[in-house]
């Protein structure tokens, strides 16, 4: 059978249906290839979700995908992070001494925990962070003053602040969303925007090394449930109260020669 | 968990900047006010489905986001209908359109006002730079040959198509074209001299299928991110995982254990691991009886293997001998399949007295019997002396490799990248074949490196009616010919008088840096395609703006996955760049037009047809495949699942080795005469310099420079932030990283030399000096020095990067033979002594 004509410019070699904008605005979710689609899925959840996610920390290989996928998708600028690796043992993947004098690194990627009890909603004087039915805490730009005593209270330092305007690599910025204001503070919002479409946030779609899991932690039978339940799952510093609803799982036993 | 706040801070600190978003010069997009935090998503024109491909082996599909023509967002395509692959892709590729409108980008066609590397250029019309390139090319080619003309292109796997137009442009004008793979060093030497093969590799999946995975110098969690999920899978079913290395790389970081290594001397771990298997009787001798030379009788007076010539008047010269144990007699083989006839009981080991034809008599030993000689030195206490680990660790683990079945040894670049790469390979291949772990999922000896394999039928595009160019390795192009080339090398009568250079940063990343400025300098013109303004084309002549493979057609492929892949242009070009075929096609004209329209009457697509037409017969790589299936998304080549080396040798005793593309099997044949694989090498060259057999010698470097000058090791690994040098200009990774070039030292290195963190350091040897900034760090050996390559000069405050001090050396027993990117010289990158001092 012979193959679709494609219809390309002579000089670039581009199909002329890409030449230019044919103005058919779509969401970037409904101009997904179809297996693509499927691929990020959120699937089964209860009648209220509660997002969460977990993070294989024996998974995370420290590459900076989920950050980087972040960063695009959601336009954030230059000299800013909403997720980020941190390396356990030195400066960035570099090894320190462990328990028995062995060297040891692990990588622990960080972002907002969306705490089911936030502190930075708390001290929010104008209501500005709030928490939303589907349980992710997101920040209302409009009514942020810029006073940070979320970025103080926060206990996980993830929260940034736009001290001037912003600044991006390439002209026009990036990814899905719009750019926050000046004097406002920003962080992760669960990808909120791709969750309304049915789709995972955008850095557990990019983890190559498949070590985020993202669903409902009030679905019982569903797959993040069940997986934190099999793996001794943590969350980070507990000891604050914050019930985090990102959950940490441990890395396997080593099995030395 | 106990992750505390200091924890945060240091995780803080690394990232440059974090909070700080000050020097905002520019508002690049208008702020748009966010009422309750949940607005839906800004919406796109379109989504295509390309493929991601620097020189990574990769091969990682991927969707362009595509607003308002310009590409806002590249994501993993997760599409492989195999769900182990998804999503596929590394955070380099996720930042690729930074790239693509960087400030570094080429946009229109440049040539040189200023000295060669003054960066000083202006702009030129296509024509006007056409017009250049081929008026010079004409007078090079009249007056010097049309050979003296090199054609550079890095890694023809990663796109058969607009490389391809390198290799036809080539064919069509009689230039030479270069090799890459072996260049780049990633030529396992080890593997041809061995198995006749260019390469043979498991399929990355095949991890996941291990009970054991050996890795030496190889660091997969960094390098081979869209990779490293097999190494987690295969732990998650249980295997175990060794990870043998001079520096606690991210990949010791997941093993069970790390076994730290003196840099350069893997060959010698690999003999004595060899050793403890044989020695403490976990070998698999049938194994070697069959599918290996291991029986095949040595004359102890020539040292050349027996044959059934030397035994009676007209016996065939290539049939062998092997000691019949149950006869107690010399019994001859064939090459047209492997084991041995029934009933036969081959000796390994003993010597014996033959008859020969003319008369006389000579003594004969199996092959294996000298292998096992030389393994004797190799005791694990004699190898410590080497590499400094531990006997009992070496017992340990020969029993757990030899036991825990399947078990694979994955060797990397830190391996491979040696003057001896191939011996070390040499005696890892053995460790595989003592243990049966040769064609059989799970298992294997596997060295990954490099994208240079040709998985479709390339032939009737990358030739000019099935004309092939002529091929010169390009250490040739570089350092001239050595008085070992051999002679079927097409080298150039009048030497080079031209350079294109394409796909490639290679005024930066080749070694010996300074020797290459030499050649470069008696060249009439040099051009360079990027699309990039890299160094490179900062040394050009005439500078053409190549289209990114977001912005072209291409058909692509790799080693470490089976499907063959499009890349589909998402956007238009920037500025005035273009593809290479049509590039080629407007030189060809100026030069020929008769020519141009017989061979370059072609687009992509057109292209991308012929070789999925040639390889489309019944058997054929690409059998059924359309590209109206490929526009749809990635397709499995017809290859067996999971993707295994040498299993019609294991199966059906079909000898070897199989065919490497795009060579002919008769000139890939002659690399294993027995049709066996070898671990005794009879020719010449291999016995003039002792090596036979697997043996261990030292590095070479460090007999080239004066050792009390230079008592550090230089190490220059690949870096996960890079591709080399791509990506080395990337504003999102820069940040992460912090841009400036680490000497990572071993503390008491350090101290001896009084440097400390952060120090400004001088790294030199007799070739060349850089300076960059020492980072201490227990992570790496004492004795060493590590640079990763692929920095840009830019970053240093003085010199090119790790190649002013790299050597070019040509080990003469990769002359023996010369098949292009298949037997010829592999670089030695990690071959090299320095000392480091204070700046």
Request: glycine residues 10%; charged residues 25%.
């Amino acid at each position: 059978m012979p193959d679709t004509e494609v219809r390309t410019d002579v000089v670039t070699g581009v199909p002329t249906d890409r030449r230019e904008s044919r103005g058919a605005k779509r969401s970037p979710v409904d101009a997904l290839p179809p297996a693509s689609r499927r691929y990020g899925e959120i699937g089964d959840r209860s009648t209220k979700p509660r997002w969460g996610m977990a993070v294989d920390i024996e998974r995370c290989v420290g590459c900076w995908s989920c950050a980087v996928i972040c960063k695009s998708e959601n336009d954030v600028p230059l000299g800013m992070w909403w997720n980020r690796i941190l390396t356990r043992g030195d400066d960035l993947d570099r090894p320190g001494e462990g328990e028995h004098g062995h060297l040891e690194m692990e990588w622990v990627p960080l972002a907002c925990q969306h705490c089911d009890d936030a502190p930075c909603e708390k001290v929010c004087p104008t209501g500005a962070t709030y928490i939303d039915k589907e349980r992710l805490v997101l920040v209302n730009q409009d009514d942020c003053i810029g006073c940070r005593y979320c970025m103080a209270a926060c206990p996980y330092g993830v929260r940034v602040f736009n001290w001037g305007k912003p600044k991006y690599p390439v002209d026009g910025g990036t990814g899905m969303v719009g750019a926050r204001p000046v004097g406002t503070v920003e962080k992760c919002t669960m990808c909120v925007h791709r969750i309304a479409e049915d789709q995972v946030p955008s850095c557990v779609w990019s983890c190559p090394a498949n070590a985020r899991v993202f669903g409902d932690l009030d679905d019982p039978d569903g797959r993040l449930v069940n997986l934190l339940r099999s793996r001794g799952a943590t969350r980070l510093l507990e000891d604050k109260g914050t019930r985090p609803k990102v959950w940490y799982l441990q890395p396997r036993r080593r099995r030395p020669l | 968990m106990a992750v505390d706040r200091r924890d945060f801070l240091k995780g803080a600190a690394g990232v440059a900047g974090v909070a700080a978003g000050a020097g905002a010069t520019t508002v690049a997009r208008p702020q748009v006010r966010r009422g309750r935090g949940r607005e839906p998503s800004e919406t796109v024109d379109r989504v295509v489905r390309t493929t991601c491909s620097p020189n990574c082996t990769g091969s990682c599909g991927q969707l362009a986001f595509v607003r308002d023509g310009r590409i806002v967002k590249i994501q993993q395509a997760a599409d492989y209908p195999d769900a182990a692959y998804n999503p596929r892709g590394c955070m380099k590729g996720l930042s690729y359109h930074l790239q693509l409108y960087g400030e570094d980008r080429i946009t229109t066609p440049l040539i040189r006002t200023g000295e060669r590397g003054s960066g000083h250029f202006r702009k030129a019309s296509w024509s006007e730079a056409l017009d250049r390139v081929a008026d010079g090319f004409k007078e090079i080619g009249e007056r010097h040959g049309w050979d003296s003309i090199h054609v550079f292109g890095q890694v023809p796997g990663s796109g058969y198509i607009q490389k391809g137009a390198n290799y036809r442009a080539s064919a069509v004008l009689g230039m030479t074209h270069g090799t890459s793979f072996d260049f780049n060093g990633d030529l396992p030497m080890g593997m041809p001299i061995t198995f006749g093969v260019q390469n043979a590799e498991h399929e990355a999946k095949d991890w996941a299928n291990s009970r054991f995975l050996l890795l030496v110098g190889a660091n997969p969690i960094e390098t081979r991110i869209p990779d490293a999920k097999f190494l987690l899978d295969a732990a998650d079913n249980g295997a175990r995982i060794v990870v043998v290395d001079p520096t606690y790389s991210g990949t010791a970081a997941k093993a069970d254990t790390w076994i730290r290594i003196r840099p350069g001397t893997d060959a010698a771990f690999a003999l004595s691991l060899a050793w403890t298997i044989l020695d403490e009787g976990l070998a698999d001798l049938d194994f070697m009886r069959t599918y290996t030379d291991a029986a095949l009788l040595v004359r102890s007076d020539t040292g050349r293997r027996l044959r059934e010539a030397d035994l009676r008047p007209g016996g065939s010269p290539d049939r062998y001998v092997v000691w019949d144990r149950a006869g107690d007699g010399p019994v001859t083989i064939g090459t047209d399949r492997l084991g041995l006839p029934d009933g036969v009981d081959a000796a390994l080991d003993g010597r014996y007295e033959v008859t020969l034809a003319g008369g006389g008599s000579a003594e004969v030993t199996p092959g294996f019997a000298r292998v096992r000689a030389e393994l004797g030195r190799w005791t694990p206490e004699a190898a410590e002396k080497v590499t400094g680990i531990d006997p009992e660790m070496i017992r340990k683990l020969a029993r757990a490799y030899a036991t825990e079945s399947p078990a694979a040894i994955l060797m990397g670049g830190g391996s491979n990248h040696w003057y001896h790469g191939d011996l070390q390979g040499r005696a890892l291949a053995l460790c595989a074949a003592l243990t049966g772990n040769i064609g059989r999922s799970g298992g294997g000896f596997s060295v990954y490196v490099g994208q240079y394999k040709v998985r479709v039928n390339t032939a009737p595009w990358w030739t000019a009616d099935g004309e092939a160019a002529k091929v010169v390795s390009s250490i040739y192009f570089l350092r001239g010919p050595t008085e070992t080339m051999h002679p079927d090398v097409p080298y150039p009568k009048a030497g080079y008088k031209g350079l294109f250079c394409t796909f490639a940063n290679m005024f930066v990343q080749s070694p010996d840096l300074n020797r290459l400025y030499e050649t470069l300098d008696g060249l009439d013109l040099i051009v360079v395609v990027d699309h990039q303004m890299t160094d490179t084309a900062k040394y050009a002549d005439v500078v053409l703006p190549a289209a990114s493979w977001y912005e072209k057609w291409d058909l692509t492929a790799t080693p470490l996955h089976p499907f063959l892949q499009l890349q589909q242009p998402a956007v238009e070009p920037v500025g005035e760049s273009r593809s290479e075929l049509w590039m080629w096609r407007e030189i060809v004209r100026r030069i020929d037009p008769a020519r141009a329209e017989k061979y370059f009457d072609h687009d992509e697509l057109d292209a991308i047809r012929m070789i999925l037409e040639a390889g489309g017969g019944p058997g054929g790589p690409t059998e059924g495949i359309t590209l109206d299936d490929l526009r749809r998304g990635p397709v499995r080549l017809r290859v067996p699942d999971p993707d295994v080396p040498f299993l019609d040798q294991i199966r059906n005793l079909t000898p070897f080795p199989p065919r490497s593309l795009p060579a002919k099997l008769e000139a890939t044949k002659k690399f294993v005469p027995t049709g066996r694989i070898e671990f005794y090498k009879e020719e010449d060259r291999f016995r003039e310099r002792s090596e036979t057999v697997p043996t261990y010698k030292p590095p070479h470097d460090a007999g080239v420079q004066d050792r009390r000058k230079y008592p550090l090791t230089l190490l220059s690994p690949h870096s996960k932030w890079r591709i080399h040098s791509t990506y080395s200009n990337n504003p999102w990774l820069i940040e992460i990283h912090g841009g400036k070039p680490p000497v990572l030292i071993h503390p008491d290195d350090a101290h001896a030399r009084g440097i400390s963190d952060g120090d400004s350091v001088e790294v030199f040897n007799d070739r060349g000096r850089i300076v960059a900034w020492a980072e201490v760090t227990e992570a790496v050996s004492p004795g060493s020095a590590t640079l990763f390559e692929g920095w840009w000069p830019r970053f240093f405050e003085k010199g090119r990067g790790v190649n002013d001090l790299t050597a070019s050396s040509v080990n003469p027993i990769h002359e023996v033979h010369y098949v292009p990117n298949m037997w010829c010289p592999s670089t030695g990158w990690k071959d090299c002594v320095c000392e480091v001092r204070r700046a």
